[in-house]
């Protein structure tokens, strides 16, 4: 179980990486 522990993890930070760089180009891109 300790793999699907962390696939879980991984799949969060990959979800919350994804959030952060989005709201960086829309501040790059001054999309609001």
Sequence with gaps: MYGAETWRTTTT???????????CLRKILNIH
Excluded: A, L, S
């Design 13 to 23: 930070i990959i979800k919350e990486v994804q959030v952060f760089i989005n709201n």
